[in-house]
């Protein structure tokens, strides 16, 4: 059995369970350290996704707020799943959560705990955003995890956050949809302070975020 903590957590526990028509989660062959996922209205089909991965898919959380054995990181899992017909892709959470309980026995303890984190303000200078109605798309690779197409700033904290070391809150107080984007690598050892030493072609995402500032 598996037994982990998650922080601030305790909603998901009012949802009810449900299942995929057809589910199978098999040990990856892959030894590449970068995931293939594709998800549509149909069903999923997720290639080198480590269980810590999918844990955070299940439950909507950050790498941060999930306490849990190491080893989750490093073990890989082919997951290829049925959607039941008539349901909808925002099911697919609770569905992969009972799948998870099912194959791997995985128990969950939700607890609250005061953290630091970061706060995402309107910088000093004239805002280069523009609204835009084109769909966000989010893909990861070699050379990081790349954003583009249109966001609310709090998506866009949102999804910086899966980045950081601790939670990203939106503090623009700016509504609308904006066209970005964005290029970074996943580096959670650094804070929005830039390091002389920084990649100038495979920035950190605080270096990245050129219309905002933190602090």
């Given amino acids: 059995m598996i037994v982990i903590s998650m922080f601030c957590c305790s909603q998901l ?14 040990p990856s062959s892959d030894s590449s350290p970068i995931p293939q996922m594709t998800t549509n209205p149909s069903g999923l089909s997720w290639h080198n996704v480590s269980l810590k991965s999918l844990i955070q898919l299940a439950y909507g959380n950050k790498d941060y707020s999930i306490t849990a054995p190491d080893w ?31 194959r791997f026995k995985l128990a969950i303890h939700h607890e609250e705990k ?34 583009t197409g249109g966001v609310t700033m709090k998506q866009l904290a949102d999804i910086v956050s899966r980045d950081s070391d601790r939670p990203i809150l939106d503090k623009t107080g700016t509504t609308g949809t904006f066209n970005v984007d964005l290029t970074w690598r996943r580096d959670r050892t650094r804070g929005p302070t830039p390091s002389p030493s920084d990649d100038l072609d495979h920035p950190t995402v605080f270096s990245e975020l050129r219309d905002v500032s933190f602090r």
């Fill in 114 to 147: 005061l953290m630091a984190v970061y706060e995402l303000h309107v910088g000093k200078d004239e805002s280069k955003l523009h609204i835009t109605d084109v769909r966000m798309h989010m893909s990861y690779g070699l050379e990081g995890s790349h954003l």
């Fill in 13 to 26: 526990a009012a949802q009810q369970p449900s299942v995929f028509e057809v589910a199978s989660v098999r």
């Fill in 72 to 102: 989750l990181a490093d073990a890989r899992y082919d997951v290829v799943a049925q959607l039941p017909k008539g349901s909808t892709l925002q099911e697919s959470s609770t569905m992969l959560q009972s799948l998870l309980t099912e």
